[in-house]
C-alpha cells in the first residue's frame, strides 16, 4: 500500500514521536515509530533521551551538549523507557543523566543507552568563529534523496520487499546530497560528504519550542555520519557489504537553528581501523554560521561472505 501521507502529516508524526510521557519519579515514556522495522534508529532514542533531559531542566535553561552511548540495539515495536537523575543544579549550568531501557518478553527491561545532557541559563560572552562554511551547491539545485533512492533501488538486483519498503519510506526530514553517499556508488572517494536537510513542512516556532527544534536537529544528526567512514572504502550497508552500529553520539549545540529551515551537514571520517570508524559533523545555517558540531563513533565492519566462516 501507498503511503499518502502529506508533509504536515509527516512532521506531525515526528513531533508525536519526539514527545515523551511524563510517568513521574523521573521517568518518561517515548513512543514507537508506526511500522517500524527491525532495530530503532539511534538518532530516535538520542532525540527523544535529550527530550527527557529538556522536560526535567531547571526553567531557563538550554541544551548546550549532550553525550550518549549505544549499549544494545533498540527494538521497533516496543516503548522505551527514559529514567532522567538530576545530578547538578547550578546557577549558570545543570546536569541530566538518562538511561535509556526496553523490556523484551517477560525479560528485566535492559539499557539500550545512556546519555548526559549539559545545561546552560543563557548569557552573553566572548565570541569567535573558525568554521567556514564548505561552498557546496544550495538545495535548490539538488535532488530530493528520495528521488534517488529510487534510482538506486531501480538499477538493483534482488532487492528484499523489507528493503525497498525502508528506502522508499516516506521521511519527515528531507536530504539533498551534493556527494555521493555510501550507498550511492562503489568507487572508493575521500571521507566527506555534505548533505543539507530540514523537516518536510514547518515546525512550531522557536521562540516558542526550541527544545523540539534541538530534539529534530539531534534526531537528523544520525543520518550519514557513520556511513562517512565506510567512503574511503566503496562498501555500503545497502548492498549487504557491511555491518555497523553506532557505538557513542556527542553534539554540541552552538547556537538557536530552526530545523525546518535548511541546514548543510557538512561530515568526515579523520580515521578507521580496529572495526570501528571515527566521523565528525558540522551543521550550519544559510547565513554560513554554525549552529552544531558532532562527533560519533562506530563499527564498521566487512560483511562475511557466504564462502568465509
Known amino acids: 500500500m501507498t503511503d499518502t501521507k502529506t508533509p504536515e502529516e509527516l512532521v506531525a508524526g515526528l513531533i508525536r514521536l519526539l514527545t515523551v510521557t511524563d510517568k513521574g519519579d523521573g521517568r518518561f515514556a517515548g513512543r514507537q515509530q508506526p511500522g517500524g522495522i527491525g532495530r530503532v534508529f539511534g538518532g530516535q532514542v538520542v532525540a527523544q533521551a535529550l527530550q527527557a533531559a529538556q522536560a526535567s531542566a531547571p526553567d531557563g535553561m538550554e541544551a548546550h551538549s549532550l553525550h550518549a552511548y549505544f549499549l544494545r540495539g533498540g527494538r521497533e515495536g516496543i516503548d522505551i523507557d527514559y529514567s532522567v537523575a538530576a545530578d547538578f543544579d547550578g546557577r549558570s549550568f545543570a546536569n541530566r543523566r538518562v538511561v535509556a531501557r526496553q523490556q523484551v518478553g517477560d525479560d528485566e527491561p535492559s539499557a539500550i543507552l545512556n546519555l548526559t545532557a549539559s545545561f546552560q541559563r543563557p ?51 528531507e536530504m539533498r546530497t551534493s556527494d555521493k553517499l555510501h550507498w550511492m556508488n562503489a568507487e572508493p572517494k575521500p571521507p566527506a560528504a555534505h548533505s543539507w536537510f530540514r523537516t518536510v513542512a514547518p515546525l512550531p516556532a522557536i521562540k ?101 566462516t
Open 123 to 173: 548569557e552573553e560572552g566572548l565570541e569567535h568563529a573558525n568554521s567556514v562554511m564548505p561552498d557546496v551547491a544550495p538545495p535548490e539545485e539538488l535532488l530530493p534523496d528520495s528521488e534517488l533512492r529510487k534510482r538506486f533501488l531501480d538499477a538493483m538486483e534482488n532487492v528484499s520487499d523489507v528493503q525497498r519498503s525502508l528506502m522508499l519510506r516516506p521521511r519527515p526530514i
Open 208 to 308: 516558542d519550542n526550541s527544545a523540539l527544534h534541538r530534539a529534530v536537529i539531534a534526531y537528523a544528526s544520525d543520518f550519514t555520519l557513520l556511513g562517512t567512514s565506510a567512503l574511503p572504502h566503496g562498501l555500503s550497508w545497502a548492498r549487504g557489504e557491511l555491518k555497523g552500529a553506532s557505538l557513542d553520539h556527542a553534539i554540541w549545540f552552538h547556537r538557536p537553528a530552526r530545523a525546518d529551515e535548511w541546514l548543510l551537514y557538512a561530515t568526515d571520517s579523520p580515521w578507521s581501523g580496529g572495526g570501528r570508524g571515527f566521523n565528525r559533523g558540522r551543521i550550519f545555517n544559510r547565513d554560513g554560521q554554525l549552529v552544531a558540531s558532532v562527533a560519533q563513533e562506530g563499527v564498521i565492519r566487512r560483511a562475511k561472505g557466504k564462502d568465509e
